[in-house]
């Protein structure tokens, strides 16, 4: 009996996931560029004309329309299409693992963040403020509502309560952000350039503040393996010149940070 109402949430959840995917699309092609997120509607990022709402279907209208424009017939990015899907999938993951619940929309807005900042990271190295220090802020806040593993247990007893949750959140987001920065602010002094941008350091501490330090330690590693791996590889492959090539190393962390909850649960 209670399958079904599962299933119907879930369904939900995956439909609400294309829709916000389209609107992440938006945040993803405009933060970096610091254009406006809500005006105008959207519009082709080759030839400028605004886009019709049918040819602005999550998933579909990528495929009717093979991937290019409706008037300049230009590439749309496949991007487009990833975001929608991986967004919905995430949504539909979290929701049958939690039902329409308070955990369920923590984990779909980390998601969610994830999701924006691997592919700005990816196309631009950048990680918008936004994202970054809003994730931070959303972080902490859920904290209070949704509670955060952690160790802050030793020296506040008693039940789990709010504040120790908090504390966790800070402490998560604290212990994975800090060290990283000052290992790349000694790295850069020696080696006269930057290695590890501010937008790094903001996206660990907002990683900690949701999933606490454990899991986000785990997300850290996890992220900088397959970066490492990845990384390695298409330098190798493309024949880039290893100095001065700049990985995007946030969204290899972005990475991390969606799996390791998922493998942290099983
Ligand atoms: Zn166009």
Redesign the pocket.
């Known amino acids: 009996m209670p399958a079904e109402p599962q299933l119907f949430y879930v369904i939900l959840a995956a439909i609400f996931g294309l829709l916000f995917g389209s609107f992440l699309n938006v945040c993803i092609y405009r933060l970096p560029r610091d254009l406006s997120v809500v005006a105008p509607r959207s519009f082709?990022?080759?030839?400028?004309?605004q886009i019709a709402w049918y040819d602005n279907l999550p998933l579909v209208s990528y495929a009717i329309l093979r991937g290019r424009?409706?008037?300049?017939?230009?590439p749309i990015g496949i991007r487009y299409f990833l975001v929608e899907l991986t967004t919905a999938v995430l949504f539909a993951l979290t929701v049958s693992e939690y039902g329409p619940t308070l955990p369920a929309l923590k984990w779909a807005v980390f998601d969610a963040i994830m999701v924006a900042l691997f592919w700005t990271d990816f196309e631009e190295r950048i990680l918008p403020d936004e994202l970054t220090i809003g994730g931070i802020l959303a972080g902490l806040i859920f904290s209070v509502f949704v509670s955060v593993p952690g160790f802050s247990e030793i020296w506040i007893s008693g039940p789990a309560t709010r504040s120790r949750s908090f504390t966790d959140a800070v402490i998560g987001g604290l212990i994975l952000s800090i060290p990283i920065w000052a290992l790349g602010w000694a790295y850069g002094r020696l080696r006269k350039r930057d290695a590890l941008g501010l937008g790094d350091v903001k996206l660990l501490a907002a990683m900690g503040a949701f999933l606490g330090l454990e899991n986000g330690l785990f997300a850290l590693l996890l992220g900088a393996v397959t970066g490492s791996v990845l990384g390695l590889a298409y330098i190798l492959w493309k024949r880039k010149d290893a100095a001065s090539y700049e990985l995007p190393f946030g969204s290899f962390l972005c990475f991390g940070a969606v799996i390791a909850p998922l493998i942290g649960r099983r």
């Open positions: 082709c990022p080759e030839c400028g004309v424009c409706r008037y300049c017939d230009k």
